[in-house]
């Protein structure tokens, strides 16, 4: 007897976004802090880009270029000094279900099962039982995460924690996915395994995503377009196309296309902190 062929998961139907050319414009946007001593610390400055609806937008710069404030000011955890936030057409003006967050550090709650996680936000929806479970087991399947649905946060390698994070974003169907250096924590191996992992779950859904790094590789393997930020105060340096064809493996590292982009970002970056000292 031939094996049984295993039953695809089936994407659950899920609200439909009006379309808009750009799903993220972000206007003259700066933030200030005041120091203890009663100083002001430019952490971004006048910073205004796009990113169209559907894209993979990769923020990419030194630490303390004020990369993560921006996503946070998009998220509406905090708001700018100057100019506004878009996100499809509407100012934010605070946290958001059409937004989705992932942040670098492990946020899972550990009392709930990674069904329970990812099933958290749909059921303070109220959405039907019958439509949160099909969207949970899609998404289960979507990061390989089927097998471990009953487990506990703490019995979970921290590469799948994060795929979890991933999903539970994802079944809240936001508009836009924010993620702020997600595989930073993680191993080298484990980061490659994410980074294509997230490749195509992104190829699935097509959610705008915009994913801030550090890491060079890691911005171009995942980018369709690259936003190069400079330090001190934060701004955007330069915006770069990627030219090299999805769906992409790791080996495309090693492409000419790959190595040019890269030593062109690290020109960039390299000059920027020449400027700075």
């Given at each position: 007897?031939g094996?049984?062929?295993k039953k695809?998961?089936i994407m659950?139907?899920l609200?439909?976004y009006a379309?808009?050319a750009?799903?993220?414009r972000?206007?003259?946007?700066s933030?200030?802090?005041?120091?203890p001593?009663?100083?002001?610390f430019?952490a971004l400055?006048?910073v205004?880009?796009e990113?169209?609806?559907?894209?993979?937008?990769?923020?990419?710069?030194?630490?303390?270029?004020?990369?993560s404030?921006l996503l946070?000011?998009?998220?509406g955890?905090?708001?700018?000094t100057?100019?506004?936030?878009?996100?499809?057409g509407?100012?934010?003006?605070g946290?958001?279900?059409?937004r989705?967050m992932v942040?670098?550090?492990y946020?899972l709650?550990?009392?709930l099962?990674?069904?329970?996680?990812?099933?958290?936000?749909l059921k303070?929806?109220?959405?039907?039982?019958?439509e949160?479970?099909?969207?949970?087991?899609?998404y289960l399947?979507e990061v390989?995460?089927?097998?471990?649905?009953?487990h506990?946060p703490?019995q979970?390698?921290?590469?799948?924690m994060q795929?979890v994070?991933i999903a539970?974003?994802?079944?809240?169907?936001?508009q836009i996915l924010?993620?702020d250096e997600?595989?930073?924590?993680?191993d080298?191996?484990?980061?490659?395994q994410?980074?294509q992992?997230l490749?195509?779950?992104?190829?699935?859904?097509?959610?705008?995503?915009?994913?801030v790094?550090h890491?060079?590789?890691?911005a171009i393997?995942?980018?369709?377009?690259?936003?190069?930020?400079?330090?001190?105060?934060?701004r955007?340096k330069?915006?770069?196309?990627v030219p090299i064809?999805?769906?992409?493996s790791?080996d495309?590292?090693m492409?000419?296309e790959?190595?040019?982009?890269?030593r062109?970002i690290?020109?960039?970056?390299?000059d920027d902190?020449?400027?700075?000292?």
């Open positions: 007897m094996a049984v062929a695809p998961y659950p139907p609200s439909e379309e808009v750009a799903r993220l972000v206007d003259n946007v933030l200030r802090y005041q120091s001593k009663g100083e002001t430019t400055d006048r205004s880009f990113v169209p609806d559907r894209q993979f937008a990769v923020i990419v710069g030194p630490s303390g270029c004020g990369k404030s946070y000011l998009t998220a955890l905090n708001e700018p100057e100019g506004d936030i878009y996100v499809g509407q100012k934010v003006e946290p958001g279900a059409d989705g942040f670098q550090g946020t709650f550990p009392w099962t990674v069904r329970q996680n990812i099933e958290f936000g303070r929806r109220g959405l039907p039982q019958d949160i479970r099909t969207i949970v087991e899609f399947g390989g995460l089927a097998k471990f649905a009953e506990y703490k979970l390698s921290g590469g799948m795929r994070a539970r974003a994802l079944a809240n169907d936001p924010l993620m997600p595989f930073g924590a993680l080298s191996q484990t980061r490659l994410m980074q992992l490749l195509q779950v992104w190829g699935n859904s097509k959610k705008t995503v915009v994913f790094t890491d060079i590789d890691e393997l995942l980018a369709d377009r690259i936003y190069v930020m400079g330090a001190r105060p934060g955007i330069e915006i770069l196309e064809e999805r769906p992409r790791l495309v590292v492409e000419p790959f190595i040019r982009m890269k062109h690290l020109g960039l970056l390299h902190l020449e400027e700075v000292h």
